[in-house]
C-alpha cells in the first residue's frame, strides 16, 4: 500500500505531508480541517523510529477522522478506538489486496 500525496473527500483536497515528529501533543498523525492537511510522523518525540504499518494505519486513522467530518460529524464525537480498530482493517485490506 503506497500513502498518497494527496485525496479528496467531498469538496476537500487532504495533502499528506512527512514530519519527522509531532509534539503537543505527541501524535503519529494529525489532522489539520482548516488547511486540509494531514501530517504523518516518521519517529516519535524520543527518536523512536515508526515502522511502515505505523504509518499506513496512521494515515487511515486520520482519513477516516476527515470522512466522519465530511459527514458532519464533530470531531469531539469521534470514537477514537473504532477508527483506530477500523484504520487496522483498511490498512490489512489495502496490503494484502490481490489485483
Ligand atoms: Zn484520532
Redesign the pocket.
Given at each position: 500500500m503506497i500513502i498518497p500525496r494527496a485525496f479528496t473527500v467531498g469538496p476537500r483536497r487532504f495533502e499528506i505531508k512527512h514530519v519527522q515528529a509531532l509534539d503537543r501533543p505527541p501524535a503519529f498523525g494529525r489532522l489539520d480541517i482548516t488547511n486540509n492537511t494531514i501530517k504523518l510522523a516518521a519517529k516519535s518525540i524520543f527518536e523512536q523510529r515508526y515502522p511502515l504499518k505505523q504509518r499506513r494505519e496512521t494515515f487511515w486513522?486520520?482519513a477516516l477522522?476527515a470522512c466522519l467530518h465530511d459527514m458532519g460529524m464533530p470531531f469531539e464525537k469521534?470514537d477514537?478506538d473504532f477508527?483506530n480498530a477500523l484504520s487496522k482493517r483498511i490498512t490489512q485490506i489495502c496490503c494484502t489486496a490481490e489485483v
Open positions: 486513522h486520520e477522522h469521534h477514537e477508527i
